[in-house]
């Protein structure tokens, strides 16, 4: 995760996708391509639930009693992790993977920094495609409208992207999601202390 400096970034669409919501700001495998496109909001709401399930199983792997059958199902569990690794290496040979971005998320939309500007007007349809987590080589598609776009003033733009269309449960789901990612950053920047 990325250490970006929110204070000073300075446009109106900072307020509104991420003023008193939880965000969380990193870099991940992230595209943004214009114009509608057909969206399966399942598809997406249900890999957010695995990987939660996925994670949150293993967070609650921290207490003391380990037994025979915790430290079988902690091994079975590695050797899942290892063959997800080379699965993974496996798909990204074979598909285009997506450019490693930075941005900020909240559960109203997305602020992320382009190379290129890409010219299209606010209140413009879009999709955004991400990965949402380094772990599994998996993405996911959210139906968009950009907001605002802004050069950073280091040749590359950013764009501000506000969620439409997002039924109630995929909601949820990137709300869970969004508290762990917020969880584990703070979890990262108390060890570094």
């Known amino acids: ?33 214009i114009g509608s496109a057909v969206i399966r909001p399942g598809t997406a709401e249900t890999l957010l639930r695995s ?11 921290g207490h003391d009693d380990r037994s025979d059958a915790t430290l079988q199902v902690q091994r079975l569990e590695a050797k899942l992790d290892l063959v997800m690794v080379l699965l993974g290496r496996l798909v990204r040979q074979s598909a285009q993977d997506l450019p490693l971005r930075p941005l900020r998320w909240s559960r109203r939309g997305i602020r992320i920094e382009q190379g ?3 010219g299209a007007a606010a209140g413009s349809q879009g999709v955004i495609r991400l990965q949402p987590c380094d772990w599994l080589p998996d993405h996911i598609d959210l139906p968009v409208v950009i907001v605002a776009e802004a050069a ?16 109630d449960a995929l909601e949820m789901a990137l709300e869970r999601h969004l508290f762990r990612l917020h969880r584990r950053q703070i979890a990262e920047a108390r060890r570094l202390r």
Do not use: K, Q
Not at 5 to 20: K, V
């Open 116 to 118: 290129m500007r890409t």
């Open 152 to 167: 950073n003033g280091a040749g590359a733009h950013y764009l501000w992207l506000r969620f439409e269309g997002l039924s």
């Open 1 to 33: 995760m990325t250490d970006l400096r929110t204070s000073e970034i300075h446009h109106p669409a900072e307020s509104e996708l991420f003023d008193e919501t939880l965000s969380c700001e990193l870099a991940l495998p992230a595209e943004f391509r």
């Open 51 to 61: 990987v939660a399930l996925v994670e949150d199983a293993r967070s609650d792997d």
